[in-house]
């Protein structure tokens, strides 16, 4: 039988790359997607990828979708945690509720997204966490104190994760995006897109393709000794 992935925000941007790549390599697969209904049905009727909407950053949604999801699908096997959000400003100028709303999608919405399905992961003796984090995260990003303390965040999630699941056949790995050409990095403003162009070695940003191209790899049997690892993947930008 087919294993089972679910795509965070899986309906547009990178996510829509990872679960159509997840598909082509012949998973099942479910996507969540927040708010925009119009795309998420265009993405269903495109792709014959199921579409299911909650906000990451509630538990008990999470929870209740999860649920349906392994009640329609089958157990999950595969999470792919890529729901994001920015709310982009100077640190003297952003807002608790800007802080918030990053901190509980790109953060509480990767524990929340991981906690429902974990007690069944451990029972059958395989799981694979795929958390997209950002080159933000490592490096930080002036007028991203908001997300890059989250996408941090989303890497010590990881990294103890991968510790907790090794025994129980579960592996969790981060991938870090640099600037992938998607609706998020073209609402920064052009000029300062620009300059952040230059400072990529590849001279370009990168295609959601080649961040689902990790994911696929991850996402194998093949992967099994990869664990707590981070996959940077951002044209030469930033090395750790
Ligand atoms: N480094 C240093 N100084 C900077 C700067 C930078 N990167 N960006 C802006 N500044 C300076 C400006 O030059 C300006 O200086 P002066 O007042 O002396 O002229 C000052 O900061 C304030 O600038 P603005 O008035 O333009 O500030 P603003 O309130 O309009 O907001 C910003 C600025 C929101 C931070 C804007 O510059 C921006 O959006 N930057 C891009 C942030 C970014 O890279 N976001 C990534 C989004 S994509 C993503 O997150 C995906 C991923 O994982 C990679």
């Given at each position: 039988m087919a294993r089972v992935a679910l795509v965070t925000?899986?309906?547009r941007g990178i996510g829509e790359a990872i679960s159509k790549a997840l598909k082509a390599e012949g998973y099942e697969v479910a996507a969540t997607y927040a708010g925009n209904d119009e795309k998420a049905a265009a993405f269903t009727e495109a792709t014959g990828i199921k579409t299911y909407k909650w906000n990451v950053g509630d538990y008990e949604a999470s929870k209740a979708g999860i649920a349906k999801i392994e009640e329609e699908i089958g157990p999950i096997?595969?999470?792919?945690?890529?729901?994001?959000?920015?709310?982009?400003?100077?640190?003297?100028?952003?807002t608790p509720?800007?802080?918030?709303?990053?901190?509980?999608?790109?953060?509480?919405?990767?524990?929340?997204?991981?906690?429902?399905?974990?007690?069944?992961?451990?029972?059958?003796?395989?799981?694979?966490?795929?958390?997209?984090?950002?080159?933000?995260?490592?490096?930080?990003?002036?007028g991203q104190v908001n997300y890059a303390a989250t996408k941090a965040g989303d890497l010590g999630i990881v990294k103890s994760l991968a510790q907790e699941g090794a025994a129980k056949g579960i592996t969790a790995n981060a991938i870090c995006p640099g600037y992938i050409a998607t609706e998020m990095v073209m609402a920064v403003p052009e000029k300062v897109r620009e300059s952040i162009i230059k400072n990529i070695p590849a001279g370009r940003l990168g295609?959601?393709?080649?961040?689902?191209?990790?994911?696929?790899?991850?996402?194998?049997?093949?992967?099994?000794?990869?664990?707590?690892?981070?996959?940077?993947?951002?044209?030469?930008?930033f090395f750790v």
């Open positions: 925000g899986g309906s096997d595969i999470v792919v945690a890529n729901a994001g959000i920015t709310r982009d400003a100077p640190f003297h100028k952003m509720e800007q802080w918030q709303e990053v901190i509980d999608t790109n953060l509480t919405g990767v524990f929340n997204t991981v906690h429902p399905v974990w007690p069944g992961m451990r029972e059958r003796g395989f799981g694979r966490i795929i958390v997209i984090s950002s080159i933000n995260g490592q490096k930080g990003q002036f295609e959601p393709e080649e961040i689902a191209r990790c994911v696929v790899f991850l996402a194998s049997e093949d992967s099994q000794f990869i664990n707590g690892s981070t996959i940077s993947a951002n044209g030469g930008q």
